[in-house]
């Protein structure tokens, strides 16, 4: 079993900045792929940032120049530097790693529950 625990959501003001954290725990040979998608009210899921086991990194055009994403892999983590944040960016974000285990030799995808970042003066 494999858990990710995402914390650093909350109440930020326009034009604020939070910095999230999400950390694997239990049966882990490996992480391979971490990302962070988010979702807002009545819409449908999307990819913030994604990172591979190697270090490659994409964003979401509405993130660039705005968020940073960067991983441990000592610490089986991920996290998400968000700038400038504005009342587009308030939804749920949810981390997503691909993780090898004993019993996913070659991975399988986890998902953590969920942090909700509220933009609002």
């Known amino acids: 079993q494999v858990q990710l625990v995402e914390s650093g959501g909350g109440l930020v003001q326009p034009g604020g900045s939070l910095r999230l954290s999400c950390a694997a725990s239990?049966?882990?040979?490996?992480?391979?792929?971490m990302a962070w998608y988010r979702q807002a009210p009545g819409k449908e899921r999307e990819l913030v940032a994604h990172?591979?086991?190697?270090?490659?990194?994409t964003y979401a055009d509405s993130v660039k120049g705005r968020f940073t994403i960067s991983r441990d892999n000592a610490k089986n983590a991920v996290y998400l530097q968000m700038n400038s944040l504005g009342p587009e960016d308030a939804a749920v974000y949810y981390c997503y790693a691909v993780v090898a285990t004993p019993v996913h030799y070659y991975g399988v995808d986890c998902w953590g529950k969920g942090t909700l970042i509220t933009v609002s003066p």
């Open positions: 239990g049966s882990i040979l490996r992480v391979n792929a």
């Open positions: 990172i591979t086991g190697t270090g490659l990194i």
